[in-house]
């Protein structure tokens, strides 16, 4: 939801965007949850639902992002792949737009909450530099 706030607002300074789901057709075959969540959400696979994943994936509205943006994404994280944040952190930073990418070594989806200390303290840290910086 931050990635679509971040990018479909203006009202904001700066977002952080943990773990985040930017294109649903891609996460739909490469999420471990891909397939019975997203189907069950949107009625159907992308071929019998295209438009709905389409439309409500945060990347397709990258180009009007002006919000920075601080990606967090755990190494191995297998529920919401990294490839989400990479992608639309290229699309975002493509406007001018700052976005910068913090991944989480040795962390999974839940890195921030039970991943190695080391990566949970650089998180904390990165998080209040960011908002520091930007607001």
Partial sequence: ??????????RFRAAVVENPVTDLVSM??????????????????????????VAQS?????????????????????????????????????TGTPSEVLVLPGSTHEGTTYGPPAARRAHDRALVEWMQRWL
Wanted: charged residues 20%; neutral net charge.
């Fill in 1 to 10: 939801m931050s990635a679509w706030l971040a990018a479909t607002s203006d």
């Fill in 28 to 53: 739909h075959g490469t999420s471990d949850i891909g397939p019975w969540f997203f189907e069950s959400q949107f009625g159907g696979p992308p071929r019998d639902a295209l438009d709905a994943y």
């Fill in 58 to 94: 945060p990347l397709h509205q990258a180009h009007r992002c002006r919000t920075p943006i601080l990606w967090v994404i755990g190494e191995s994280d297998r529920r919401c792949p990294n490839a989400q944040a990479w992608a639309m952190h290229r699309a975002v930073h493509r």
